[in-house]
């Protein structure tokens, strides 16, 4: 026998403002089945709990409907308190009389009918609900983390200190990221790679800590608590376990002048290199695109050289698998092309450069070794013009986000200039200076009170080549005036993007991708850190651009997330997914095609003497999400929705089809 | 009363420039809708004003002309001289991140410049209605009494005296005009009739 | 091959009758015919739409009316600005249109899928193989600085032609025909337009500029593609010469002439004398002429 307690909230004004609460309370009293029906202010407040709690315990209820706000919101919170009053929390639910009411109507008369319809049909659903167990997933207590920079080093570290395994895959040939690229960072000035290094070198000697360079995840299978992963690790042709980085290799290598990734074209490199000399594991790797050997036969004498005979041409990529329980995304950002506007010259020009060129023109150990020189002719560097917004705020471009970041390095670099050419002259063109964190402001303060950095209002319209200098064709909208200035070096503060191949890695994982192609949070506000995906976490700039303080901040943050999992011996997952009868199922698996989880598996029904009776279709606990397809698509009703029957749903349309 | 008058010769405009009147918001939106261009997008980025060929002659320049028309400052924008000296060389357009078409808002500011018989710059308006006068009459443009006509109408009388021979003794000089002005003479008439 | 319908522009027949004759003469030599549209007017160009929005539509669809063909050209880089943001304009704008119709009274309006190239874009068409294949006198050793100005490439939504900050399309007719395009930085820059008239300061600062870079690209002539440029640039020089004492005597050539001349036509034909800034000293100095 049915015993139902509704309760009736008023949701401050946000309810009772528009449906008579007291008139739904009245008519739900009347209902069959219901024994209990009473309304208060704020149902989710503590006496409003215990009015449920209590309730319970006297009325002896058997299922409980709380009218208020979405599922969304409360459903956990009220079925935390059914369950300690000791009703099972699958015998409660919540009518949303709120989004779905009185926040979308005006008519008070009809808002009022619709509520008690609301509650009068889900009423009917309950009476029919089963208690449910959440189901226990276990969880493998090790953690994937996809990209090496200094989110990724960030997040393993954490993890690893918290005595569990983590591997760390990284497709560069080192770890470090685009910090390892940069000069100094703001707004400390700190030397970058003085930072980063000993992270890294952590990261390296952790006995947690399983490091894959020069690697890529593959495919992604499972769910939260136990995923399977295969990751391709790409051949070096260098043997690990033998090399010691001594670089006679490098030395030896005849292929000299191939533009190096790590100087973003500005310096060269060797075919067998290492991309920088602090790089994590200081093991070279040879470029089959622009090695002699690879290409066209002979040399090797790098294999020659090798006083370890750790060369190896035969060597191929391998594929492993390892089980995780849990993947961290740390795959950071690029930067968009530098031609994006032809009016600066469309990547014509030498000495139009971007960002992080300049870094490495900053850096003692870059191409010239930290002197500024122009790109073109290695001549000194007097006038600098710094461009901020290069595609970012671009509706025209469709960029119209901003970029975070390059009011602070623009600043940055002007100061660095400023530091190593003493009678040096350095503009900024700027629309607006975004410089909201810590010691943020004061930073770019100096860069125009101490260091007579020049700041011009307004954006770049044109810049030309003459008499061998730049000219920077600009505006300051302050003073209403159209201004030039003749440059020898130009930086282009680009827009960041997403890493390349991001939206195929996220189509692996399940994980929504945004417009502008990076990771989608669960809630931009309050659940920055995870993803619509149970397991999977996100960090550092993949997620938006972000500078250094904010990455490490919300690696950290994923790392707890992971710990928090970890600390528990299995996952609670919601027990509403979808049950087969294995009785009636033929075995026609139109519920697998339906499936967009992959959640639908094959078992074998066999009988004592181990003959085969049937294939039946069977639903993965840890993958399925509870959506419903599959009993749409079922021919002979053989699947159907723990705590969404059929019989519930067809009860909840018939009482509103009696009304 | 002298101390008055310094004070009324200290102030820039006769209007409070920061009160955004009824009539100022209503400019906006006409301008707005004329041209069919979200002028209210523009976020001051200056990128029209530094590639505008001529900015360096004018008095307002395009970035603070679509300021003000953001802010409703009708007597400023419709009386500046700027917006005739804009030639439409269209590289605000081409360039402006907003997607705002700069010129089209030039040329709607100017048709509401005539309309309130407001135009700043005689030369520019002189030689338009001298162009369209000549159009209208012959269908083609007949450029000796074009010239001719812009000359006695601005004042300017020996302007260009010196081209007039050398251009005959080229050949470059038409010297009948053509027939075919009752068709555009039409044109005008049908436009006449039409209500802003 | 059916003929274009081609808008000579009011220049035609006066300013730039050069531009008309060699354009005449190069397209007969390389059979491609063209058909003026009968009775055209005025397009409008700067002061029409200056002024009202409607009149310089209006005056672009009624030339579209008088069409033969569907498909039109024209050399003027004014014009060709004014009837392609006319098509695009009415194809965007159905109550716009509308209205354009109720003041021009078409007649064969209707159905018409409009194309408006530049004759530049014509002889690209024709294919530029073909025109080096026709080349007798190929033009070596001649530098030239191609201007493009604003109305042929701007704004690129609508215009739809070539790079609009470093356009290629007359370079690579330049080099078809034997000539050296120098690469300078003031393609686009604008001359001043009609300014010529009422404030020609203007022009003769722009002018400047422009000239004095291609002279520093190290040109020997420039080479247009507007009646409006070609005027500017050409016979304002002896202004720039009164008033600020600077002498640059470039010659200005429409392309078309160049063209012409490559192809073996007669000088006769391509108008080279009614050039202000005389090119014959160079032309015959590089024994092309």
Request: aromatic letters at 6%; one cysteine or more.
């Given at each position: 026998m049915a015993r139902i307690g509704v309760f009736i909230c008023h949701c401050g004004e946000n309810i009772a403002r528009t449906v008579d609460v007291a008139k739904v309370r009245d008519a739900l009293a009347k209902h069959p089945g219901v024994v209990h029906s009473v309304d208060y202010r704020y149902m989710c407040s503590a006496p409003g709990q215990e009015l449920i709690r209590n309730a319970i315990v006297e009325k002896k209820l058997t299922g409980v409907v709380v009218a208020a706000c979405s599922p969304h919101m409360r459903e956990p919170t009220f079925r935390k308190a059914c369950a300690a009053a000791g009703l099972n929390p699958y015998l409660c639910e919540m009518a949303n009389i709120r989004e779905h009411c009185s926040w979308v109507h005006s008519d008070r008369e009809k808002a009022t009918e619709k509520a008690i319809e609301l509650v009068r049909f889900l009423v009917e659903k309950v009476k029919r609900n089963k208690p449910l167990e959440p189901i226990r997933v276990p969880v493998t207590k090790r953690a994937l983390v996809i990209g090496g920079g200094i989110a990724g080093i960030q997040a393993a570290l954490d993890i690893a200190n918290g005595g569990y395994e983590v591997i760390l895959v990284e497709r560069q040939p080192s770890i470090g990221g685009h910090m390892a690229q940069l000069s100094e960072t703001f707004p400390t000035l700190d030397c970058s790679q003085c930072i980063l290094t000993?992270?890294?070198?952590?990261?390296?000697?952790?006995?947690?800590?399983?490091?894959?360079?020069?690697?890529?995840?593959?495919?992604?299978?499972?769910?939260?608590?136990?995923?399977?992963?295969?990751?391709?690790?790409?051949?070096?042709?260098?043997?690990?376990?033998?090399?010691?980085?001594?670089?006679?290799?490098?030395?030896?290598?005849?292929?000299?002048?191939?533009?190096?990734?790590?100087?973003?074209?500005?310096?060269?490199?060797?075919?067998?290199?290492?991309?920088?000399?602090?790089?994590?594991p200081n093991i070279p790797v040879i470029d089959r695109e622009h090695c002699a050997y690879f290409r066209r036969g002979g040399c090797r004498l790098c294999e020659k050289e090798c006083p370890r005979g750790a060369i190896d041409f035969n060597q191929q990529d391998q594929l492993l698998t390892e089980k995780v329980g849990a993947i961290i995304l740390a795959t950071g950002y690029d930067l968009i092309p530098s031609d994006i506007y032809s009016e600066y010259g469309g990547g014509r020009y030498k000495d139009v450069i971007d960002g992080l060129q300049f870094e490495r023109l900053l850096s003692a150990s870059g191409p010239t070794n930290g002197e500024v020189l122009r790109p073109s002719d290695g001549k000194e560097v007097k006038s600098v013009v710094f461009v901020s917004c290069v595609g970012s705020r671009d509706r025209a471009k469709g960029i119209p986000y901003c970029s975070k970041i390059c009011c602070m390095y623009v600043a940055k670099h002007a100061i660095l200039f400023k530091h190593k050419v003493h009678d040096g002259q350095a503009f900024v063109f700027y629309m607006d200076v975004r410089a909201a964190g810590k010691g943020y402001e004061e930073f770019v303060r100096r860069a125009v009170e101490?260091?007579?950095?020049?700041?011009?209002?307004?954006?770049?319209?044109?810049?030309?080549?003459?008499?061998?200098?730049?000219?920077?064709?600009?505006?300051?909208?302050?003073?209403?005036?159209?201004?030039?200035?003749?440059?020898?070096?130009?930086?282009?503060?680009?827009?960041?993007?997403?890493?390349?191949?991001?939206?195929?890695?996220?189509?692996?994982?399940?994980?929504?991708?945004?417009?502008?192609?990076?990771?989608?949070?669960?809630?931009?506000?309050?659940?920055?850190?995870?993803?619509?995906?149970?397991?999977?976490?996100?960090?550092?700039?993949?997620?938006?651009p972000k500078d250094i303080p904010d990455t490490v901040a919300q690696a950290s943050g994923a790392a707890s997330k992971v710990l928090a999992m970890f600390a528990q011996n299995a996952i609670e997952r919601e027990p509403t997914i979808a049950k087969v009868n294995e009785q009636t199922c033929v075995g026609c698996f139109e519920c697998q095609r339906a499936c967009p989880y992959r959640a639908i598996e094959r078992k074998e029904i066999r009988d004592r003497q181990g003959n085969l009776v049937k294939v039946v279709a069977y639903v993965s606990p840890g993958l399925c999400a509870g959506c419903g397809a599959c009993t749409v698509a079922c021919r002979n009703h053989s699947i159907d929705l723990e705590g969404f029957a059929e019989e519930q749903m067809f009860a909840e349309l018939s009482a509103i089809t009696a009304a | 009363m002298k101390q008055a008058t310094e004070r009324e010769q200290l102030t820039r405009t006769d209007e409070t420039p920061i009160l955004l009147t009824e009539e100022?918001?209503?400019?906006?939106?006409?301008?707005?809708?004329?041209?069919?261009?979200?002028?209210?997008?523009?976020?001051?980025?200056?990128?029209?004003?530094?590639?505008?060929?001529?900015?360096?002659?004018?008095?307002?320049?395009?970035?603070?002309?679509?300021?003000?028309?953001?802010?409703?400052?009708?007597?400023?924008?419709?009386?500046?001289?700027?917006?005739?000296?804009?030639?439409?060389?269209?590289?605000?357009?081409?360039?402006?991140?907003?997607?705002?078409?700069?010129?089209?808002?030039?040329?709607?500011?100017?048709?509401?410049?005539?309309?309130r018989e407001v135009a700043a710059d005689k030369e520019?308006?002189?030689?338009?209605?001298?162009?369209?006068?000549?159009?209208?009459?012959?269908?083609?443009?007949?450029?000796?009494?074009?010239?001719?006509?812009?000359?006695?109408?601005?004042?300017?009388?020996?302007?260009?005296?010196?081209?007039?021979?050398?251009?005959?003794?080229?050949?470059?000089?038409?010297?009948?005009?053509?027939?075919?002005?009752?068709?555009?003479?039409?044109i005008f008439d049908a436009l006449g009739g039409r209500k802003r | 091959m059916t003929a274009y319908a081609y808008f000579p522009g009011c220049s035609a027949h006066g300013t730039a009758k050069e531009y008309d004759r060699s354009t005449q003469s190069v397209c007969a030599k390389l059979g491609i015919e063209l058909e003026e549209i009968p009775d055209w007017v005025c397009c409008g160009a700067s002061p029409a739409h200056a002024v009202n929005h409607l009149?310089?539509?209006?005056?672009?669809?009624?030339?579209?009316?008088?069409?033969?063909?569907?498909?039109?050209?024209?050399?003027?880089?004014?014009?060709?600005?004014?009837?392609?943001?006319?098509?695009?304009?009415?194809?965007?704008?159905?109550?716009?249109?509308?209205?354009?119709?109720?003041?021009?009274?078409?007649?064969?309006l209707n159905g018409r899928d409009f194309r408006v190239l530049h004759l530049l874009e014509v002889i690209h068409e024709f294919g530029l193989e073909e025109v080096k294949e026709r080349v007798v006198k190929p033009?070596?050793?001649?530098?030239?600085?191609?201007?493009?100005?604003?109305?042929?490439?701007?704004?690129?939504?609508?215009?739809?032609?070539?790079?609009?900050?470093?356009?290629?399309?007359?370079?690579?007719?330049?080099?078809?025909?034997?000539?050296?395009?120098?690469?300078?930085?003031?393609?686009?820059?604008?001359?001043?337009?009609?300014?010529?008239?009422?404030?020609?300061?203007?022009?003769?600062?722009?002018?400047?500029?422009?000239?004095?870079?291609a002279k520093d690209a190290g040109a020997d002539v420039v080479s247009v593609t507007c009646p409006m440029c070609q005027i500017n640039l050409d016979l304002r020089q002896l202004d720039i010469q009164k008033r600020h004492k600077v002498t640059f005597n470039m010659p200005v050539l429409y392309f078309t002439q160049l063209l012409g001349l490559a192809l073996g036509i007669n000088e006769s034909e391509l108008g080279f004398d009614k050039l202000i800034v005389d090119p014959q000293p160079i032309l015959k100095g590089k024994g092309l002429m």
């Open positions: 000993p992270k890294m070198v952590e990261v390296r000697q952790h006995p947690n800590i399983r490091l894959l360079t020069y690697s890529e995840v593959e495919d992604v299978k499972g769910y939260v608590g136990n995923f399977e992963v295969t990751i391709r690790k790409k051949a070096r042709y260098v043997n690990e376990e033998v090399c010691t980085g001594c670089g006679a290799c490098i030395q030896r290598c005849p292929q000299k002048r191939i533009p190096s990734e790590f100087d973003r074209g500005l310096g060269r490199r060797t075919a067998i290199y290492i991309p920088f000399p602090q790089a994590v101490e260091e007579g950095v020049v700041y011009l209002r307004g954006r770049v319209s044109k810049i030309y080549q003459q008499d061998g200098k730049l000219i920077v064709r600009g505006v300051d909208t302050l003073s209403g005036m159209p201004v030039e200035i003749p440059a020898d070096l130009v930086v282009l503060a680009t827009a960041i993007r997403a890493s390349d191949g991001i939206v195929e890695l996220a189509q692996k994982l399940g994980v929504p991708v945004d417009e502008h192609g990076f990771l989608s949070e669960a809630h931009p506000k309050l659940r920055p850190i995870e993803t619509q995906v149970a397991g999977v976490f996100l960090a550092g700039a993949c997620q938006a | 100022a918001r209503r400019f906006t939106e006409e301008v707005i809708r004329r041209s069919g261009e979200r002028v209210d997008w523009c976020y001051q980025c200056g990128k029209c004003t530094a590639g505008c060929p001529v900015a360096f002659a004018m008095d307002i320049e395009p970035s603070r002309i679509m300021r003000l028309v953001q802010l409703g400052q009708s007597e400023r924008v419709l009386k500046s001289k700027a917006i005739w000296l804009c030639v439409g060389c269209q590289t605000c357009t081409t360039r402006c991140p907003q997607e705002i078409d700069t010129a089209k808002v030039m040329d709607t500011l100017r048709e509401m410049a005539l309309e520019v308006v002189t030689f338009f209605r001298s162009f369209l006068d000549n159009i209208r009459r012959y269908g083609r443009v007949f450029e000796p009494t074009l010239v001719l006509q812009y000359n006695l109408r601005s004042g300017h009388l020996l302007q260009d005296a010196d081209k007039g021979p050398l251009m005959l003794s080229k050949g470059k000089l038409p010297l009948r005009p053509s027939r075919n002005g009752a068709i555009v003479r039409k | 009149l310089s539509l209006a005056l672009v669809a009624k030339n579209l009316d008088l069409s033969p063909s569907d498909t039109i050209v024209t050399g003027c880089a004014a014009c060709y600005n004014r009837f392609k943001t006319t098509v695009h304009a009415l194809q965007h704008d159905r109550p716009l249109w509308e209205q354009v119709k109720q003041i021009v009274q078409p007649t064969k033009l070596k050793g001649l530098k030239v600085a191609c201007y493009y100005g604003c109305l042929l490439v701007r704004p690129p939504k609508v215009m739809g032609f070539d790079d609009p900050d470093n356009p290629k399309k007359m370079d690579e007719l330049v080099a078809a025909i034997g000539a050296e395009p120098v690469e300078w930085e003031f393609k686009t820059e604008c001359c001043g337009a009609f300014h010529a008239v009422p404030h020609p300061e203007i022009v003769l600062r722009l002018t400047s500029n422009i000239l004095r870079a």
